[in-house]
Structures are given as structure tokens and as C-alpha cells.
């Protein structure tokens, strides 16, 4: 596949992808943040509607992490080629943030750890889950700005319009 070709069928639809999911993330998260800060108390009394926005929020937050870790960063390695099918994940999230399309490869773990980690209901520890989408909540913010800086990346190495 030539570069345009892949920018074109690859990096295109896969940015697409993220940014659908961030609008949506960013809905949910202007639904619920009447919630937060949540406590263990907030999260034991929740109603069904509650809980449905909470769940939109945990879902979008995942599958806009999961898009960009599994399309978006891969399609700007191969289409840079700087793909390495030897390397390990964090070898590669290294490599991202040398090139500056991500800010930091740890923080881009962090975040991934949170994200399993939120995914995870504890049914007899309403604390612990108040905690976790806590977390998730106040870090919309990182995980936006990780994918501007790709895109921005992108835009500029790759010419996407």
C-alpha cells in the first residue's frame, strides 16, 4: 500500500473514529457532571438514569482509548514508517513519544491501566468505584489533549485535511 493510499484508508477513518468518540465522550461527561465529585454514598443511591449516563461515560472513554491505541497510533507508525512488528506496545509508545505524537508513553499507560481498571465494578465496594470514575472523569482532559497532539501530528506529517 502507498502512504497516501494508507493515510487515505487507514489514518483518515482512524482519526475519524476517535474524534466521533471524543463528541460523544464529551456528551456524556456534560450529562453527568452533576455527579461528580462522586462519593461511595452518591454512587450506592444512583438512579437507573444515572447509572446509564455513567455507563455511556466508562464506555466512550474506552472505546475512544481503545481506537486510538489500536488505529490511530499504529496507522501514523506504519504510515512514518516507524512500525517495528518486533516491538513491544510500550516500545512503540515509546517511539510516539519520541516523535512527539503522544506526550508521554507512561501517562498513555496510566491512563490505559485507569480505563481497565474503571471497566471493573466492585458490587461491595461503592467507594472504590466512586474512586474509579472519579478518575476517569478528571482525566477527559489528558486523553483529549493525546489525541489533539496526534492529530495535530498527523495533520502536519501527513497532510491530512
Same mark, same amino acid.
Given at each position: 500500500?502507498? /502512504?497516501?493510499?494508507?493515510?487515505?484508508?487507514?489514518?483518515? /477513518?482512524?482519526?475519524?473514529?476517535?474524534?466521533?468518540?471524543?463528541?460523544?465522550?464529551?456528551?456524556?461527561?456534560?450529562? $453527568?457532571?452533576?455527579?461528580? /465529585?462522586?462519593? $461511595?454514598?452518591?454512587?450506592?443511591?444512583?438512579?437507573?438514569?444515572? *447509572?446509564?449516563?455513567?455507563?455511556?461515560?466508562?464506555?466512550?472513554?474506552?472505546?475512544?482509548?481503545?481506537? @486510538?491505541?489500536?488505529?490511530?497510533? #499504529?496507522? &501514523?507508525? &506504519?504510515? $512514518?514508517?516507524?512500525?517495528?512488528?518486533?516491538?513491544?506496545?510500550?516500545?512503540?509508545?515509546?517511539?510516539?513519544?519520541?516523535? $512527539?505524537? +503522544?506526550?508521554?508513553? +507512561?501517562?498513555?499507560?496510566?491512563?490505559?491501566?485507569?480505563?481497565?481498571?474503571?471497566?471493573?465494578?466492585?458490587?461491595?465496594?461503592?467507594?472504590? %468505584?466512586?474512586?474509579?470514575?472519579?478518575?476517569?472523569?478528571?482525566? *477527559? #482532559?489528558?486523553?483529549?489533549? %493525546?489525541? *489533539?497532539?496526534?492529530?495535530?501530528?498527523?495533520?502536519?506529517? @501527513?497532510?491530512?485535511?
Amino acid at each position: 500500500m502507498i /502512504p497516501r493510499e494508507l493515510v487515505e484508508l487507514k489514518l483518515k /477513518p482512524a482519526l475519524q473514529e476517535c474524534e466521533r468518540h471524543l463528541a460523544r465522550l464529551h456528551y456524556a461527561a456534560s450529562k $453527568g457532571k452533576t455527579l461528580f /465529585p462522586m462519593t $461511595g454514598a452518591r454512587y450506592s443511591d444512583l438512579s437507573d438514569a444515572d *447509572i446509564a449516563t455513567l455507563d455511556q461515560l466508562l464506555i466512550r472513554f474506552g472505546k475512544l482509548q481503545d481506537a @486510538f491505541g489500536q488505529r490511530l497510533l #499504529p496507522a &501514523i507508525l &506504519i504510515a $512514518g514508517q516507524e512500525w517495528q512488528v518486533t516491538e513491544t506496545f510500550l516500545d512503540k509508545l515509546n517511539r510516539l513519544e519520541e516523535l $512527539g505524537v +503522544i506526550p508521554s508513553a +507512561i501517562a498513555w499507560v496510566a491512563l490505559r491501566d485507569l480505563r481497565n481498571n474503571a471497566m471493573h465494578e466492585y458490587p461491595d465496594e461503592p467507594e472504590i %468505584n466512586a474512586a474509579n470514575l472519579n478518575k476517569i472523569f478528571s482525566s *477527559i #482532559p489528558e486523553l483529549e489533549k %493525546n489525541l *489533539i497532539q496526534a492529530r495535530d501530528y498527523a495533520i502536519e506529517h @501527513f497532510a491530512i485535511a
